[in-house]
């Protein structure tokens, strides 16, 4: 683990993020309530929540209170290995300051986060193809699977053997996996615990409770130890662990939301391509074309009040999910106009 914690004094600027709708607002003269916000990835239809007692406003968080034992659970590993931080965001800018390695490689082009997270160390881009190479020859690699925005998926056999080869020379395979409760079996949080290997997991996409920022660190002991005491006490407010249990907990809920999140990815890959927008890739929570017009069309979507990610190298749209019919209606019109 790492010993020096210390910042660098200058960084790069900040990547842009979706679910800017009160600039989009004040820019296009639109008031937030008429726009169909789909530049984020975050299923719409939200987790319902739980019943919040007075109380819980009124404490300090409990880290004793069954959360990690619901993670576990959920995602089947380990309890010894789940460490709950305020969203994987939070991990992602502070295990910079907890891994060692000179070398490292991201797969992408990916969430900008990562690369801005470890620029410090001039880190190598590489493609998904990549993947071996860049387990043979640097200290740490980092992937998003599945990835955002491309939604490409790598199997957990392929990974299980770059966190071998990292791991036998002391290095760290890093995997993001904000976008993988659609598709659990894909995750490698079975493995959590193992050396070399860190996953990370948010209840912010598939649980729809970004605002809530709940995530987890599944990393062997000394690596949790270390993130947690860099961290800090109470990285998580009472009432977000209360929802978090519940959410984790819910089999049913979660069962039925991977029925209708697959079937809406379906039908908005199908919505884009037959109104023009190309071929569609993506995962269940959003769906991606590459279009050399994306500017004019980000643009265009805009002025009818729909928001959508737009991407540079290669140029591209993401969209997420409408939550309701008359929302599709919408979107629909609005792909028709700007076709």
């Given at each position: 683990?790492r010993?020096?914690h210390?910042?660098?004094t200058t960084?790069?600027p900040?990547?842009?993020h979706?679910?800017?709708?009160?600039?989009?607002?004040?820019?296009?003269?639109?008031a937030?309530?008429?726009?169909?916000?789909?530049?984020?990835?975050?299923n719409?239809?939200?987790?319902?929540?739980?019943?919040?007692p007075?109380?819980?406003?009124?404490?300090?968080p409990?880290?004793?209170?069954?959360?990690?034992?619901?993670a576990a659970?959920?995602?089947g590993?380990?309890?010894?290995?789940v460490?709950?931080?305020?969203?994987?965001q939070a991990?992602?800018?502070?295990?910079?300051?907890v891994l060692?390695g000179?070398?490292?490689?991201?797969?992408?082009?990916?969430?900008?986060?990562?690369?801005?997270a470890?620029?410090?160390?001039?880190?190598?881009?590489a493609?998904?193809?990549?993947?071996e190479?860049?387990?043979?020859?640097?200290?740490?690699v980092?992937?998003?699977?599945?990835?955002?925005?491309?939604?490409r998926?790598?199997?957990?056999?392929r990974?299980?053997r770059?966190?071998?080869?990292?791991?036998?020379?002391?290095?760290?395979?890093?995997?993001?996996?904000?976008?993988?409760?659609?598709t659990?079996?894909?995750?490698?949080?079975?493995?959590?615990?193992?050396?070399?290997?860190?996953v990370?997991?948010?209840?912010?996409k598939?649980f729809?409770l970004?605002?809530?920022?709940?995530?987890?660190v599944?990393?062997?002991?000394?690596?949790?130890?270390?993130?947690?005491?860099?961290?800090?006490?109470?990285?998580?407010?009472?009432?977000?662990?209360?929802?978090a249990?519940?959410?984790?907990?819910?089999?049913?809920?979660q069962?039925?939301?991977?029925?209708a999140?697959e079937?809406?990815?379906?039908?908005?890959?199908?919505?884009l391509?037959?109104?023009g927008?190309?071929?569609?890739?993506?995962?269940a929570l959003?769906?991606?074309?590459?279009?050399?017009?994306?500017?004019?069309?980000?643009?265009c979507?805009?002025r009818?009040g729909?928001?959508?990610r737009?991407?540079?190298?290669?140029?591209?749209?993401r969209?997420?999910?409408?939550?309701?019919?008359?929302?599709?209606?919408r979107?629909?019109?609005?792909?028709?106009a700007c076709t």
């Amino acid at each position: 683990m790492r010993s020096d914690h210390t910042a660098p004094t200058t960084s790069p600027p900040r990547p842009p993020h979706g679910g800017r709708l009160l600039q989009a607002a004040r820019q296009y003269g639109i008031a937030p309530e008429r726009w169909l916000d789909l530049s984020t990835g975050i299923n719409p239809r939200p987790y319902p929540g739980a019943d919040i007692p007075a109380e819980c406003w009124m404490r300090l968080p409990e880290d004793d209170d069954s959360l990690e034992d619901a993670a576990a659970a959920c995602y089947g590993c380990e309890r010894a290995s789940v460490l709950p931080v305020a969203g994987s965001q939070a991990a992602i800018q502070a295990l910079p300051g907890v891994l060692d390695g000179t070398r490292v490689s991201i797969l992408g082009p990916t969430y900008a986060e990562h690369a801005w997270a470890w620029h410090a160390r001039a880190p190598h881009h590489a493609g998904c193809d990549e993947l071996e190479a860049a387990a043979r020859t640097s200290d740490i690699v980092v992937v998003v699977n599945p990835d955002n925005p491309s939604g490409r998926l790598i199997a957990p056999a392929r990974l299980c053997r770059a966190q071998a080869a990292l791991a036998a020379r002391g290095g760290w395979l890093l995997v993001d996996e904000a976008f993988m409760d659609p598709t659990p079996a894909a995750s490698m949080a079975a493995c959590a615990g193992q050396p070399g290997l860190i996953v990370l997991r948010s209840l912010g996409k598939f649980f729809g409770l970004a605002g809530a920022r709940v995530g987890f660190v599944l990393a062997p002991a000394p690596a949790k130890h270390a993130l947690a005491r860099l961290l800090g006490p109470w990285t998580i407010a009472g009432p977000s662990r209360l929802i978090a249990r519940t959410a984790l907990l819910d089999r049913t809920w979660q069962q039925q939301t991977r029925a209708a999140l697959e079937r809406d990815s379906r039908r908005l890959a199908t919505l884009l391509h037959a109104h023009g927008f190309g071929t569609a890739s993506g995962c269940a929570l959003f769906q991606q074309v590459r279009i050399d017009a994306a500017p004019d069309r980000t643009e265009c979507l805009a002025r009818h009040g729909i928001l959508v990610r737009s991407f540079d190298s290669p140029p591209r749209l993401r969209f997420g999910l409408p939550a309701h019919e008359h929302e599709w209606q919408r979107l629909a019109a609005a792909l028709a106009a700007c076709t």
